[in-house]
């Protein structure tokens, strides 16, 4: 796959951290769950996060459908990838691990459930891969604070 590295911002925009873009959440560890629209709360959001910390495998959705506009989290408590695609898949972006650039080596993350994530594709820094969550639940858009890699 051929990428281009992104690299983080040292300043994060302001943004209101109460509010939600999101439109669609779909839980895909055990208990699976989907909630749309109204169901998608504060405390939801907040229960999210704190998940995402440790243990997740959910795709968030600006679509009320879950179609597009979607970001794949999948953590473990050791390791956070991201996955974002939109325009039907035609722009795709991915948190970014610089000191893993070029090294072909797996982490224990698999996307979609069985495609290994290569660890320059994962964060080790848990609490940056969350507040990127946070973010883009927040405003719909890529957190700065991290590297992303687009997907040429």
Known sequence: MDLRPIPKQETVPAFD?????IK??????????????DEI???LVKKLL???????DMILSLDPNGEDDWM?????GEWLALGYSSGGGQENYYSYNPAF??????????SGGQTPVEKYLALQDIEAGV????YSICTGGLYPGIDWAKQL
């Not at 951290?17 to 873009?21: D, F, G, H, L, T």
């Not at 704190?50 to 997740?56: D, F, K, L, P």
């Not at 650039?101 to 698999?110: H, Q, T, V």
Request: overall charge negative.
């Open 131 to 134: 507040q990127a969550v946070g």
């Open 101 to 110: 650039a070029g090294d072909p080596e797996r982490s224990p993350l698999l």
């Open 17 to 21: 951290p109460n509010a939600i873009r």
């Open 24 to 37: 669609h959440i779909m839980q895909n560890l055990r208990p699976y769950r989907q909630y749309e629209g």
């Open 41 to 43: 709360t504060e405390a």
């Open 72 to 76: 794949e989290v999948l953590c473990d």
């Open 50 to 56: 704190e998940q995402a910390a440790s243990r997740c």
